[in-house]
């Protein structure tokens, strides 16, 4: 299970400009091979928890050993629990490692600092059967160039305990009501990309905003977002980043109201004694996450990478990792595969309208992702800033 851990605000800020910046790092690197070849023997893989499994964690857990094999390319893995970390781990170690899986608020980063290559999607089979509406996003295809794969998906719901909130909540706006009978058992997600929900209840609840893509916000935008964060916390109980930290408020009712993935409320519905939640993508619309496996651009193991590429998105693994790790996978041919055969009604694998007003993780830049020409966006570090003020008050 992924630990999606608050960003670290610090690391953050110094890391921000220079990774967001037009002709920052170096050049992004074309693809290096027209054809996989044998393989190098080895390559090294930097993942979230639970992507990676070789059944050191678990005997009964391993999808690694198989691709060795085959392959004879030996893997090599080192967890992170941030994007920052994992792009601060690329960023001063460039040649330690050939892989990564990278969530939306990373991805763009890795490509301007030019440390992730395009990847020549031809060579890796399991594309093919990737979910096409994870294909050519903004956070893993630049100017129609793919930097990568896309892996899995999940999206941020409305959490509530049924016995407190009696009345189901339909909107966010449910969490932003600092005069809620619930008000201080609020749990927010602890990071800057959480203004981009704030943005997502204001394209409907203030529609002169005219905002349409929440990670690309104007000054005034930005400000109605920040402005909106602000008047929430009062009424939150608690910011969260390690998802352990919400599961034991919901089952101590500390909080009763948060936003959430829908792997804690099975964790809560499953525990024992069950904690009565429910889930709800709320009528705004939401925000989510979707990892892409990416490859270095100086990888010296660029066959090896190819190749783990392709296993680690294929059907078969591909629903091992989904089912293990809790979220939709990416691979179209998954869901026949599940042992769970409730797996994919569950995270919507399936339902291609659920997703469409999911709005997945994405490095906010300063050219508007909306592809507005005559204003600028806050960028990144503009995010990390305003998310620093708004926890300091």
């Known amino acids: 299970m992924k630990l999606r851990r608050s960003m670290s605000l610090l690391a953050a800020g110094t ?19 027209t054809a996989v070849g044998d393989g190098e023997g080895q390559v090294k893989v930097l993942a979230w928890p639970g992507y990676v499994e070789d059944g050191t964690t678990s005997p009964d857990v391993d999808w690694i050993s198989s691709f060795e094999q085959e392959t004879g390319c030996q893997v090599t893995v080192q967890t992170f629990g941030t994007s920052d970390e994992a792009f601060t781990l690329f960023q001063t170690n460039p040649e330690e490692y050939d892989v990564i899986s990278a969530s939306g608020d990373a991805t763009l980063r890795l490509v301007a600092g030019g440390f992730v290559q395009p990847v020549n999607v031809d060579l890796i089979p399991s594309y093919a059967e990737i979910f096409p509406d994870l294909k050519d996003k903004d956070y893993n295809t630049v100017d129609g160039v793919h930097y990568g794969v896309p892996h899995g998906r999940g999206a941020n719901v409305l959490m509530w305990r049924t016995d407190e909130v009696t009345t189901a909540p339909t909107s966010w706006g449910a ?163 599940a042992v769970n055969p409730d797996h994919c009604d569950i995270f919507h694998a399936e339902d291609a309208e659920y997703w469409k007003d999911v709005w997945y993780w994405t490095t906010p830049t300063a050219k508007c992702l909306d592809d507005r020409t005559d204003v600028i966006c806050k960028d990144f570090a503009a995010w990390v800033e305003a998310w620093t003020g708004i926890r300091a008050e």
């Open 15 to 33: 890391l921000a400009v220079a990774a967001c910046s037009p002709g920052a790092g170096a050049s992004p690197a074309p693809s290096t091979i």
């Open 175 to 337: 969490l932003f009501d600092p005069a809620s009978e619930f008000a201080g058992k609020f749990s927010v997600y602890d990071a800057p990309i959480y203004i981009a929900d704030a943005a997502v209840l204001l394209m409907k609840t203030n529609p002169e905003l005219n905002i349409k893509h929440p990670y690309a916000l104007d000054d005034t935008q930005f400000a109605a977002a920040v402005d909106l964060l602000k008047k929430q916390k009062p009424a939150v109980g608690e910011y969260w980043g390690d998802y352990t930290k919400q599961i034991t408020s919901f089952q101590n009712g500390n909080t009763v109201l948060g936003t959430t993935w829908q792997v804690i409320a099975n964790v809560l519905q499953g525990s024992d004694p069950p904690v009565p939640v429910e889930v709800v993508k709320p009528v705004e619309g939401a925000t989510g996450w979707s990892d892409t496996w990416m490859i270095n651009s100086k990888t010296k193991n660029v066959n090896c990478s190819y190749k783990f590429v392709n296993h680690i998105t294929s059907a078969p693994i591909n629903i091992q990792i989904a089912e293990y790790f809790g979220e939709a996978p990416g691979n179209s041919k998954s869901c026949a595969l």
